[in-house]
């Protein structure tokens, strides 16, 4: 069966991206990675993409009089690679509304909270303050809104005592990294329908194949 194609689009560390290439080396994993895109020029990740031998392009934002042009860099760098799908694996630039829809349903992100709570930045520092129990990661398809988009997987990790930012945010890294390739293989074989703003997974039988659950830690 032909395997889906990806993008992976990065700003930074790249662990993420880490974590999906790990999972499409597997030559019976569905997709497969075509392409990855930073928009800083000195970001980790692109090493981590060069060793894995996958084409890597660099687009800055800063050579771009505009949003609309940046995006439409990117679209077209896409559109050359035959991209099925494009994962935001730490990409720190907001695409515009054209660009989204553009690829509605077809763009996926992930974010280090359990969505809809914490959108934004310093999301731990704010779980920390907000005194919650539990917090995690989202992968989600991406809409014009911020960190706003139909749920795909999530992770459940448990916000311990003692916890600080840097704590919880490798814990909730580790639940990143097994939330991201599982939301990559669902999409893949096909078993994902977005309905409304619902994500409704197929052959899911018993506990949702979507949710990770790791409460102690
Ligand atoms: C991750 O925490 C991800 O959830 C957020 O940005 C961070 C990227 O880390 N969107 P990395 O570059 O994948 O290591």
Not at 6 to 22: K, Y
Not at 26 to 37: G, K, Q
Request: charged residues 20%.
């Amino acid at each position: 069966m032909a395997r889906l194609r990806v993008a992976v689009l990065i700003s930074g560390r790249g662990s993420n991206l880490q974590a999906l290439v790990d999972a499409c080396s597997n030559p019976a994993f569905p997709a497969e990675i075509r392409l990855v895109i930073s928009n800083e020029p000195g970001a980790p990740g692109l090493v981590r993409a060069e060793r894995a031998r996958i084409p890597t392009r660099v687009i800055s934002h800063k050579e771009f009089p505009d949003r609309a042009g940046f995006d439409a860099a990117l679209d077209c760098a896409l559109e050359e690679a035959g991209i099925e799908l494009v994962c935001l694996a730490g990409f720190m630039r907001m695409l515009g509304d054209a660009f989204v829809t553009r690829w509605r349903n077809r763009l996926i992100n992930i974010h280090p909270s359990l969505l809809p709570a914490f959108k934004g930045l310093k999301t731990h520092e704010r779980v920390l303050a907000a005194g919650v129990r539990f917090t995690g990661c989202t992968v989600h398809f991406v809409r014009p809104a911020m960190d706003e988009g139909p749920i795909i997987v999530q992770s459940a990790v448990s916000v311990l005592a003692g916890d600080d930012p840097a704590r919880l945010a490798e814990r909730v890294l580790g639940e990143e990294h097994k939330a991201y390739p599982l939301a990559l293989r669902l999409i893949a074989e096909g078993r994902v329908t977005v309905t409304g703003e619902r994500v409704d997974i197929s052959g899911a039988t018993g506990p949702a194949p979507s949710a990770l659950i790791n409460p102690t830690g």
